[in-house]
Nanobody, 115 residues
Framework: QVQLVESGGGLVQAGGSLRLSCVAATSVYSASRMAWHRQAPGKERELVASITSGGFTNYADSVKGRFTISRDNAKNTIYLQMNSLKSEDTGVYYC?????????WGQGTQVTVSS
C-alpha cells in the first residue's frame, strides 16, 4: 500500500524556485509532525523542514529563510516551497513523519540545482 507520494521536483538554476508536494495516507498524515527530508549524493538522509499538526514549523539552519513548509489538511498534503535554491540543495526529497517510527518511504522527488 502506497503511503507517501512526492512530486514537484526538477532541474532548476541556482536562485530559482520549486514547490514540492506530498500526498500522504491518512494513517501517516495524522502523525503529530510531518516533515521533508532530503538525501544528497553520497550523504545520509537529513531532515530539512517539519510541521506539527498545529502548524508549528521548524527548519534546518541550511534552509532557514529560503524554504517554507505548509500543509493542507483537507487534502492530506504537505508542501515545501523552496526559493533561492543553491547547488547544495540538490538531492532526492522525501516526505515522512518527523521522527521514528517512519512510514514506508516513498520514491521521493529529485531536485537538481545547476550553478
Amino acid at each position: 500500500q502506497v503511503q507517501l507520494v512526492e512530486s514537484g521536483g526538477g532541474l532548476v538554476q541556482a536562485g530559482g524556485s520549486l514547490r514540492l508536494s506530498c500526498v500522504a495516507a491518512t494513517s501517516v498524515y495524522s502523525a503529530s509532525r510531518m516533515a521533508w527530508h532530503r538525501q544528497a549524493p553520497g550523504k545520509e538522509r537529513e531532515l530539512v523542514a517539519s510541521i506539527t499538526s498545529g502548524g508549528f514549523t521548524n527548519y534546518a539552519d541550511s534552509v532557514k529563510g529560503r524554504f517554507t513548509i505548509s500543509r493542507d489538511n483537507a487534502k492530506n498534503t504537505i508542501y515545501l516551497q523552496m526559493n533561492s535554491l543553491k547547488s547544495e540543495d540538490t538531492g532526492v526529497y522525501y516526505c515522512n513523519t518527523g521522527s521514528s517510527p517512519f512510514a514506508s518511504w516513498g520514491q521521493g522527488t529529485q531536485v537538481t540545482v545547476s550553478s
